[in-house]
């Protein structure tokens, strides 16, 4: 009875030992990396002014009397750099940033520790051709206000609207209104952002994400500076009325390449 005790206990030990091999075998082949989450917090300023009334006027860095009544832009190919020289490519991350909202989800990225994010403010080529009813989700692309109505045309991919200083002495007793509405391919603009942790950003600690973690990527969007290579008080033959609305495909075509290469100068960090 001994002798096969000791054999049956022979067996339950091989048998455990041949199943912890197994479940270690199955362990190694999952190479699926624990991910996190990125949220962009989003500030609308004119200069150091937020935005929060659209019916008052904020001073421009130059003093200028400048209101928003409407303030978006879509921002598309999402990348987050990582301080190994590695980057990741948030899939399918789309955000309409309006005037009323700063927060927005932007996806999930394999944990570590990022220094600095790129992202184009405006849509591919294949996105800017579909038209609203394509589109089976609501909330980012389906928005008719962002649609200039034709598939040729696209998406606006920057809209701005308000009331700009027209006075030589920026006394802001002459509002203009403006509306600018920028877009097609050539107007699609990349914007790097400054690397955190070194140089003039040392003390901008990089963004460290964790497994299940959430972190969040504040910018402040300067319209004050967006809007500096307008000119809203220009004298004869440039006055103000020839540059208080773009299109971009039928009224001041060249105001609307300006302001969209303006369009990188608009972000800086906000910590």
Same mark, same amino acid.
């Given at each position: 009875m001994k002798k096969h005790t000791a054999?049956?206990?022979?067996?339950?030990?091989?048998?455990?030992?041949?199943?912890?091999?197994?479940?270690?075998?199955?362990?190694?082949?999952?190479n699926t990396p624990s991910m996190g989450t990125f949220y962009f917090h989003l500030h609308t300023n004119i200069d150091t002014n937020e935005v929060?009334?659209?019916?008052?006027?904020?001073?421009?860095?130059?003093?200028r009397h400048i209101g928003?009544?409407?303030a978006q832009f879509y921002i598309s190919n999402i990348i987050v750099h990582n301080v190994n020289g590695s980057s990741?490519?948030?899939?399918?991350a789309i955000v309409l940033k309006n005037i009323d909202s700063e927060q927005y989800l932007i996806g999930q990225a394999p944990?570590?520790?990022?220094?600095?994010?790129?992202?184009?403010?405006g849509l591919d080529a294949a996105t800017n051709a579909l038209q609203p009813s394509d589109f089976t989700t609501t909330g980012y692309i389906p928005n008719t206000a962002m649609w200039f *109505?034709?598939?040729?045309?696209g998406y606006m991919f920057l809209k701005v609207q308000g009331f700009a200083d027209t006075t030589a002495n920026q006394s802001g007793a002459n509002p203009m209104h403006f509306s600018y509405e920028i877009g097609s391919g050539g107007n699609l603009k990349t914007v790097t952002m400054p690397t955190r942790g070194v140089g003039s950003y040392a003390s901008y600690a990089p963004y460290i994400l964790t497994a299940? *973690?959430?972190?969040?990527?504040?910018l402040i969007c300067d319209y004050g500076k967006l809007l500096s290579v307008v000119n809203f008080n220009a004298q004869p033959p440039l006055y103000a009325g020839n540059e208080d609305t773009t299109d971009t495909y039928t009224?001041?075509?060249?105001?609307?390449?300006?302001?969209?290469?303006?369009?990188?100068?608009?972000?800086?960090?906000?910590?």
């Open positions: 054999i049956r206990l022979l067996i339950i030990m091989i048998t455990i030992f041949t199943l912890s091999l197994s479940i270690t075998s199955c362990k190694k082949k999952n929060d009334n659209t019916t008052a006027f904020y001073r421009d860095s130059s003093g928003l009544s409407a990741y490519t948030i899939p399918n944990i570590g520790t990022y220094d600095y994010v790129t992202f184009s403010v *109505g034709s598939t040729t045309q299940n *973690g959430i972190n969040y990527i504040h009224i001041n075509q060249i105001l609307a390449m300006q302001i969209a290469n303006h369009i990188p100068n608009m972000f800086h960090y906000e910590e």
